[in-house]
């Protein structure tokens, strides 16, 4: 028999080792990780997806999204044939989300984000010593972010918030921590609970996430 082919995508601006810990029976499944590429001048996110999907090489597959990553995979399940629609501490449609970011929408205060800080947090971590939670967080954040550079930052979060669908697609599976402080679970509809889950769990409830996706794929 074959092996189920599954895809992950990263949350925005993670590189794909924010997946490390995730490991699936390998008699039954093949990962794939993608990478973000950087956005071409006014790209919709349309366009991106299928730019995104053609790095896939497989038919019938499973795509797990992180966060943007699993707006992304929403979109490009759009474009080609899948098995599984798979999120993870992220959202169905724009209705999940919180009411600060709809009015950054309204508002286009995100234009105003120096998202160039971002980009400089190795250099945070000079100067934050210690096992505090900042300092654990800096550490986090230099290991995993990966696309730093301000083109893709700003389209990445205007794509978060500017994102057309409204109404949810009722085979997507979402996973969903219930302490997660990004897209606070109470905004949250459908979704898989998972106790103590923060917006980060695919990095810190990754025995739970082994033990149940593949049960999610098969079922």
């Not at 074959?2 to 390998?26: D, M, R, W």
């Not at 499973?62 to 474009?79: P, R």
């Not at 009015?103 to 205060?109: I, N, R, V, Y």
Request: net charge positive; with cysteine.
């Amino acid at each position: 028999m074959s092996k189920i082919q599954v895809y992950f995508v990263p949350g925005l601006a993670a590189s794909i080792e924010i997946f490390e810990n995730i490991k699936l029976p390998e008699s039954t499944f093949e990962m794939h990780f993608l990478e973000w590429i950087l956005p071409v001048h006014n790209e919709s996110i349309e366009k991106y997806a299928k730019r995104m999907c053609d790095k896939i090489t497989h038919e019938n597959i499973v795509l797990i999204g992180v966060s943007f990553g699993g707006i992304m995979v929403q979109e490009m399940s759009k474009l080609i044939s899948t098995r599984k629609v798979i999120i993870i501490s992220s959202v169905k449609s724009n209705q999940e989300l919180p009411i600060h970011m709809k009015l950054a929408k309204a508002t286009k205060l995100y234009k105003a984000i120096p998202t160039s800080l971002l980009g400089k947090v190795n250099y945070l971590s000079r100067y934050i010593k210690g096992r505090g939670l900042l300092a654990k967080r800096v550490k986090l954040y230099n290991k995993y972010l990966f696309m730093k550079q301000t083109k893709y930052l700003d389209w990445a979060i205007e794509n978060v918030l500017l994102w057309q669908r409204s109404v949810p697609d009722d085979k997507v599976i979402h996973i969903h921590g219930d302490e997660d402080m990004v897209f606070p679970i109470s905004n949250i509809k459908n979704c898989i609970k998972v106790k103590g889950g923060t917006h980060i769990m695919i990095v810190n409830k990754y025995r739970w996430l082994n033990e149940n996706l593949p049960k999610l794929i098969l079922e």
